[in-house]
């Protein structure tokens, strides 16, 4: 059975700084692995994923994430927090049992960046 | 590219009454998942349609149902409403078929439905 746990509800950090936040996944099988932000009163948009290609994933607005199979993690990254970035963060992992294609998401953390 | 929408924006509804939630799926998809997202908490899984047909279900009684139509678009339908069922449902299109690596789900905007 897949899950995924974030760590840390919510998260602050200062204009400028590095953003990390953290997810830890459970897999019996090969996962693939996305990060999607929510802005308020809106719904899910993706910022990156994972499918076994390379181990650093690129996405949008500056984020990355990498991939590590020995400490099972997924965690987010961007070297600059913009206001903008302001949001709820969720890492979902895919899983595949018995033909069907479904995410199963971790609780979320909450992005606040401080002027 | 029409992305995915969904309506409408907002409901209201009382306890015991049914609701009917709609989603347009992204040009090109064939199926559509559409999952539950209680106040700050992750989307559950409610059930999910590939070529009209229910491809999967989470851990949700036999009172949230659905459709998927020809053109790909679906309805969530919620009878004997409970408070519990005050959420954001968001619906999320995607483009399988048998035996592909899963591709990615694309959510709409979600339909905030509030039970008195």
């Known amino acids: 059975a897949q899950s995924v746990t974030q760590l840390g509800s919510h998260v602050s950090v200062s204009e400028g700084a590095l953003v990390l936040l953290r997810c830890n996944y459970s897999?019996?099988?090969?996962?693939?692995l996305f990060w999607y932000v929510q802005y308020p009163n809106q719904g899910l948009q993706l910022l990156l994923k994972?499918?076994?290609?390379?181990?650093l994933v690129k996405g949008i607005n500056g984020f990355e994430a990498e991939f590590k199979k020995s400490e099972t993690s997924f965690h987010l990254t961007k070297p600059s927090a913009h206001m903008s970035d302001a949001a709820e963060y969720f890492c979902?992992?895919?899983?595949?049992?018995?033909?069907?294609?479904?995410?199963?998401f971790g609780t979320g953390t909450r992005l606040k960046v401080l002027a | 590219e029409t992305g995915v929408t969904q309506s409408p924006t907002h409901l209201i509804k009382t306890r015991g009454q049914q609701v009917t939630l709609r989603c347009s799926s992204q040009?090109?998809?064939?199926?559509v998942s559409w999952y539950q997202q209680a106040l700050g908490q992750g989307p559950q899984f409610i059930f999910q349609?590939?070529?009209?047909?229910?491809?999967g279900r989470g851990n949700f009684p036999p009172r949230f149902s659905g459709l998927q139509f020809p053109n790909y678009s679906s309805e969530l339908n919620v009878n004997a409403l409970e408070l519990d069922d005050s959420a954001l449902y968001l619906c999320?299109?995607?483009?399988?078929?048998?035996?592909?690596?899963?591709?990615?789900?694309?959510f709409g905007p979600g339909t905030r439905l509030t039970v008195l």
């Open positions: 999320a299109s995607s483009r399988q078929d048998r035996g592909w690596s899963t591709d990615t789900q694309y």
């Open positions: 897999s019996s099988v090969p996962p693939y």
């Open positions: 994972y499918t076994s290609a390379a181990t």
């Open positions: 979902a992992v895919s899983a595949l049992p018995s033909g069907t294609y479904k995410y199963i």
């Open positions: 040009s090109g998809h064939n199926t």
């Open positions: 349609y590939y070529r009209e047909e229910e491809n």
